[in-house]
């Protein structure tokens, strides 16, 4: 993985994560909105949210975006504890190279600098074990179950986990 740095979100960078994003999702990159379903304003919208209550990171590489990271807080102050809405996604040409790992890592240390914030939350579908897998090294608990939330394009139906990391 050399040669990839992590570095803060910019709003600036909202046409190259969408682009990161359109590649992963056009190769079964487990985003839950296919490529038809994304486009620049709600990337520029999520991106701006979390820049303003939570954590935005993105991995480069010789200029070119790798992976990007982003969470927020959810707005009543009841949940200012967590960050959630969590969305990761990392380019097919990086996949298994650590760069997804990296993002979260980063993404920890500086939610642990955020006050209050003492759990990062995300959603992953069940037939995603790669990501699974990898949520759970890094520390995730499975909280709870969407039963039969996910249909997939192809018709398959699965459950929804939802899982949270106690820093």
């Not at 994003?21 to 909105?33: I, K, M």
């Not at 240390?109 to 992953?124: N, Q, Y």
Request: charged share 20%; aromatic share 6%; with cysteine.
């Amino acid at each position: 993985m050399s040669g990839v740095s992590i570095r803060p979100s910019t709003l600036a960078d909202a046409p190259a994560i969408l682009a990161l994003h359109l590649a992963a999702a056009s190769r079964g990159g487990g985003l839950a909105r296919e490529p038809d379903e994304m486009s620049l304003e709600p990337i520029q919208a999520v991106l701006a949210k979390a820049l303003a209550s939570g954590v935005a990171l993105s991995a480069w590489s010789d200029g070119a975006i790798a992976g990007e990271i982003h969470a927020s807080r959810l707005g009543p102050r009841q949940f200012d504890n967590s960050l959630t809405e969590l969305t990761v996604a990392v380019h097919p040409d990086f996949q298994g190279q650590g760069v997804g790992a990296q993002l979260f890592e980063a993404l920890f240390a500086k939610a642990r600098t955020l006050a209050g914030i003492t759990r990062v939350e995300l959603m992953c579908r069940e037939g995603n074990t790669r990501a699974v897998r990898l949520y759970q090294r890094l520390g995730f608990v499975i909280e709870g179950r969407f039963i039969r939330r996910v249909v997939l394009a192809n018709g398959t139906v699965e459950d929804d986990l939802a899982m949270a990391k106690f820093l």
